[in-house]
């Protein structure tokens, strides 16, 4: 209720100053000789009380003169100027309604400079428009002069930069009205209603210059603004120390587990056998993964960071790279398109593993195959993990989606672009590990069955319930940080545009205190969660070759020239074993027998 009697008082006072400003706009002139006037103390009209002089004079641009007259049509404005809508609205107000004047000095009263009108403009038309009103007449900037003109340069004068409202005005958010179908602009003709908002301006060490003019650079939908190089969101010690520091740290650590898993695949090749042979691969591809980021955050902490451009020209500005690749290929820019094809290639390529490790898995306990037919189709799953990435890959090189990671310092696809993150990186992801869970889900059911069916013979049992022990917790270390990954890309796809927005609008000139009140910044522990669950997904892969057959094989590798070699010890079996035909008593599989396992 209290809401509803704000908007109602807003919209008359719109009305009120729209009728004012059409029965005297034709009264402001400005002329080489103004009439006589006299310079009063204008700190009894409130909403001037907060400027920086004290004097106005009288008769003023609006042709009152008193204070009374001024001060009640000056405070028609006021649900306008307490929206925030701009920092210069209150300064031109007063500049109008109260001149500023020296009564020590020339007998000529100011107008405003028509740069802090337009400034004002800017922001606040679109307040009046909302309600289906116009600027009002009286503050038409064109009838003011400009500080660039020669032949009428007298307006009083004042930074843009820095004005601000004054502080004894009050910013209420909830005085601007709600968006309704008859005020609110479709957004960009899907029809869905969005409020409308003032105009932004690209911050002076956002603009692009020089040759990478016209490159497709946007920040905060604003075109030839960017990002700089510098970063932006956090401070300079998070953005150059903390995040290259923590990513290089996790990224190694990633290293030597994967390189662990791999080394132990490589020394004995017999154990490993479809189903699980997948995971060695799903390892290898978190390898190059963890070693692309490896020279993308030494590249970072040096301060040559693969993810911007060259210095641009004579400027010394360099940008966080957008829409590679570009007909202007640099060093930095193929190296940057390099690193985002090994990263984005075997991440996918990853996901894919995954899928295929559980429908082997699938097929070995729902199914019923054998070792030798699972693994016969190796053909075609090696095929199917490499093709679907690069046909991903050129997917995303055509559309020129490949961006820089500012943290990391490398390139990737969704970090300015919310296609590249929502098509290319959130919905295959989610496919993947979907699709990888469904399979899981049902191999684990197959498995309690036949859990159930030998429950009489206990070594049998026994061998099947370390199994599914053995599978679910794999499987819980694999989903369980892809989950929360997903979880947050799907939060920077819901935040990305505010983020930028509220930076934009929160920064410099463009202040507008009733959008930063509810301003929203992305966490910086949020990106350091998103680093450290990629690398988990790898580290977590190893869990799966960690028994005593695996150091007993390394220790036979590191004797080999000499020592006695260690016998191979009985492990977990695995879904290649499990369950046969029926009327196989045993539990390899159809024509086989139970094997060396993990």
């Known amino acids: 209720m209290e809401l509803s009697k704000k908007h109602c008082l807003f919209e008359l006072a719109l009305a009120t100053v729209a009728f004012l400003s059409i029965v005297q706009a034709q009264q402001i002139v400005l002329t080489e000789e103004p009439p006589t006037f006299q310079c009063v103390d ?41 929206t925030g809508c701009s920092q210069t609205i209150v300064h031109l107000l007063c500049t ?39 600027w009002p007449p009286a503050l038409d900037c064109e009838r003011y002069p400009s500080r660039a003109e020669t032949s009428f340069a007298f307006c009083y004068r004042e930074s843009i930069d820095e004005i601000r409202l004054p502080p004894n005005i009050i910013v209420d958010i909830t005085t601007m009205p709600p968006v309704t179908s008859a005020t609110a602009i479709p957004d960009n003709g899907t029809g869905t209603d969005r409020p409308i908002v003032p105009a932004l301006k690209c911050l002076a060490e956002q603009v692009v210059v020089g040759s990478l003019v ?58 490993f056998h479809y189903p699980e042979r997948p995971i060695i691969y799903l390892s290898f591809c978190y390898l190059i993964i963890s070693i692309s980021y490896i020279v993308g955050s030494i590249s970072k902490v040096t301060g040559l960071s693969f993810a911007c451009s060259d210095i641009n020209g004579n400027t010394e500005k360099s940008y966080v790279f957008q829409s590679l690749p570009n007909s202007d290929t640099t060093y930095k820019s193929a190296s940057c398109v390099i690193l985002f094809v090994l990263v984005y290639f075997f991440q996918m390529a990853s996901a894919i593993w995954w899928v295929i490790l559980t429908l082997t898995w699938f097929l070995a306990a729902a199914l019923k195959w054998g070792e030798e ?20 890959v050129i997917l995303v090189l055509a559309l020129r989606l490949v961006d820089g990671d500012q943290l990391a310092g490398l390139c990737y696809t969704g970090n300015t672009s919310s296609v590249g993150l929502g098509v290319f990186v959130f919905l295959p992801l989610t496919v993947y590990l979907i699709l990888g869970l469904v399979f899981l889900l049902i191999s684990f059911t197959s498995l309690v069955n036949i859990s159930r069916e030998v429950q009489n013979d206990r070594q049998k049992s026994r061998k099947i319930g370390r199994l599914i022990m053995r599978i679910g917790i794999y499987s819980l270390l694999y989903t369980i940080p892809n989950v929360i990954l997903l979880i947050l890309y799907l939060y920077e796809l819901a935040k990305s545009e505010d983020w930028e927005n509220s930076y934009v609008r929160c920064s410099g000139t463009n202040s507008q205190p009733a959008f930063c009140a509810t301003a929203e910044y992305p966490s910086f522990a949020g990106f350091l969660i998103r680093y450290i669950m990629l690398f988990t ?58 094997q060396t396992s993990v």
Request: with cysteine; net charge neutral; hydrophobic share 40%.
């Open 42 to 82: 204008i700190t009894s009209i409130d909403l001037c009380s907060g400027i920086n002089y004290t004097m106005g004079s009288f008769p003023n641009w609006r042709d009152q003169t008193s204070l009374s007259a001024a001060n009640q049509e000056i405070n028609t404005y006021e649900p306008v100027i307490r």
């Open 96 to 134: 109008i309604y109260a001149p500023f004047c020296d009564p020590t000095a020339s007998s000529e009263r100011l107008p405003p400079c028509r740069e802090i009108c337009q400034a004002a403009r800017d922001g606040c038309e679109p307040v009046f428009e909302r309600f289906n009103h116009k």
């Open 214 to 271: 016209n490159k497709s650079y946007s920040f905060g939908g604003i075109d030839n603004c960017a990002t700089p190089c510098d970063g932006i969101y956090f401070t300079d010690n998070k953005r150059y120390t903390v995040a290259p520091a923590f990513i290089l740290v996790a990224a190694i650590v990633c290293v030597l587990f994967t390189l662990f898993t791999v080394a132990t695949f490589l020394i004995d090749r017999h154990r």
């Open 373 to 392: 037919a699972v693994e016969k189709l190796w053909l075609l799953y090696h095929v199917i993990a490499w093709s679907v990435p690069a046909i991903q």
């Open 537 to 594: 997904i790898g580290i977590c892969s190893t869990s799966w070759v960690l028994s005593s057959k695996t150091f007993a094989a390394w220790h036979r590798f590191f004797c080999s020239c000499g020592c006695n070699p260690v016998p191979e010890v009985n492990a977990v079996p695995n879904p290649r074993y499990i369950i046969s035909e029926k009327q196989q008593g045993d539990l390899s599989m159809p024509g086989m027998q139970p």
